[in-house]
């Protein structure tokens, strides 16, 4: 969880500095979206876990394993970059190894591909789930809505756990201001969908409720939709000014008084973690800024199956 708020904090700032176009990220959703990854069954293949993520989930890959130095290459646009070879925005990765699928800018489609992935595991069989994990805002897409219908078709139901981390703002638009439903969780009801509240600013109550849905899911082989409460700390995107919003709760300070309290780690300790951390955080940096940057002439591998579209060697 610090690692991975030390990373946003060091991306908003190579954002600011002229080192990356733009910055998009997860302060605020480190406790849960660290808890997706811990408890993911990780591995390539139907036989494990499938993870359709958000463009806030860089805890949950760092939680896989992920080194953080990598998003620091897709912020820098270098072509060590190894989610896009430095041509795709920060917080846009992918791992074939891991199934972790490409992230969208186009909110929500994910949960429109993630129906792709669950019918396999269905047809397959065993324990592999597919994870698809958005915001708030996005369940108003029809994509959303699409996931509903067809994870829950009666005895054609998928192994699917949807996730909403519901930060209460789509960019600058409330919540309130949009959400007829109680609850966005409440939506899975109609469609006879086992549905959860969390608080995903409290590790604990992220992991329990994270556990119990992917036991499910599992084990019974239908949906799930869950909800995870969090925070949005740095505004929506470097387009919004990424300053840290005082007024909302911080899931690192929630769990650095619990260890406290319990006698884990004193406060003192976690201060000196946090600076081990930043240290190792620059080192990296300074490194990724000496990396070459793309050329012009790859611009188009990968683009298409067949490179020999766009003119290569017959
Ligand atoms: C299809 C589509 N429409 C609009 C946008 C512009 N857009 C980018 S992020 C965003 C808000 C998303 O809010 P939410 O789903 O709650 O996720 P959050 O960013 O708050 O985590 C919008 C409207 C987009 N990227 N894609």
Redesign the pocket.
């Known amino acids: 969880m610090l690692e991975g708020r030390v990373l946003e904090e060091r991306l908003i700032r190579m954002q600011r500095q002229g080192e990356g176009y733009f910055w998009i990220g997860g302060p605020g959703e480190e406790a849960f979206n660290a808890c997706v990854g811990l408890l993911m069954k990780q591995g390539q293949g139907l036989d494990y876990d499938y993870l359709h993520a958000?463009y806030?989930s860089s805890a949950t890959l760092l939680a896989l394993g992920a080194p953080s130095i990598d998003a620091l290459r897709q912020m820098h646009n270098v072509k060590t970059d190894p989610y896009s070879q430095g041509r795709n925005f920060v917080g846009h990765f992918s791992k074939r190894e891991w199934n972790v699928a490409p992230i969208t800018?186009?909110?929500?489609v994910q949960f429109s591909i993630a129906i792709g992935t669950a019918h396999a595991q269905r047809r397959h069989g065993g324990e592999g789930i597919t994870i698809v994990q958005?915001?708030?805002?996005?369940t108003a897409?029809g994509d959303f809505a699409t996931c509903l219908v067809w994870s829950s078709r009666p005895n054609a139901e998928l192994p699917i756990l949807m996730i909403v981390?519901n930060?209460e703002?789509?960019?600058s638009t409330h919540a309130s201001t949009q959400h007829g439903e109680k609850n966005i969780a409440d939506r899975g009801k109609a469609f006879g969908i086992r549905t959860a509240i969390c608080d995903g600013n409290d590790v604990e109550s992220a992991w329990f409720a994270l556990e119990e849905a992917m036991r499910y899911v599992r084990n019974e082989r239908r949906p799930f939709l869950l909800q995870a409460n969090v925070s949005?700390l740095y505004g929506?995107s470097s387009s919004s000014g990424s300053n840290y919003v005082e007024s909302e709760t911080d899931c690192l300070n929630v769990l650095a008084d619990k260890l406290a309290a319990r006698g884990f780690r004193s406060p003192d300790e976690t201060k000196r973690l946090r600076e081990q951390i930043e240290a190792s955080m620059r080192a990296w940096y300074e490194q990724v800024i000496t990396e070459p940057k793309p050329d012009p002439e790859d611009a188009f591998d990968f683009v298409f199956a067949d490179k020999n579209h766009v003119g290569g060697e017959a």
């Open positions: 958000h806030r800018s186009p909110i929500e958005g915001g708030d805002a996005g897409e981390t930060n703002w789509g960019i949005r929506h």
